[in-house]
């Protein structure tokens, strides 16, 4: 066997090469993984996000059909949808005074749309954070 200038012969020097070689593949593939762990998670948080404002945007809009339908309020559905509404509606109820018919019994609830273009826009917001922090490049958007 021929003595490397260390010397070392030559198959522990390849030996040592693989070895390098292999620590380098274990770490790139860590790397990989969280990387892929971290793209998850961030996917997680997105979607719920989407679905969250997007059952929002849903409760809010069937509000609003409500009232311009003239809904008996009475009505023990149309009683949960105003009270699982109320909160989101809150810092909206006195934006506008709301136009309504002749005989006041159907509402045009100008708020209610406002609610739910606020809500639609800080949920589009949210994702876009959600995809800057994911960084350039990423994949499965």
Known sequence: MSQTPHGRNEFDHERELIQNQEVYRLRQEQDRL???QRQ???AWVR???TL???ALEVLLAIRFFLRLSSANPDNPFAQVIYNL???FMTP???LFISPTDAD???IFDLNNLIAMVVYALLGGLG???VNYLQGPGAQGR
Do not use: E, K, M, Q
């Open 52 to 54: 969250l404002v997007g």
């Open 47 to 49: 979607n719920t996000i």
């Open 85 to 87: 509404s109320a909160p």
């Open 34 to 36: 969280r990387a892929a």
């Open 127 to 129: 994702v876009a954070l």
């Open 104 to 106: 006041a019994t159907r």
């Open 40 to 42: 998850a998670r961030l």
């Open 92 to 94: 909206f109820s006195t």
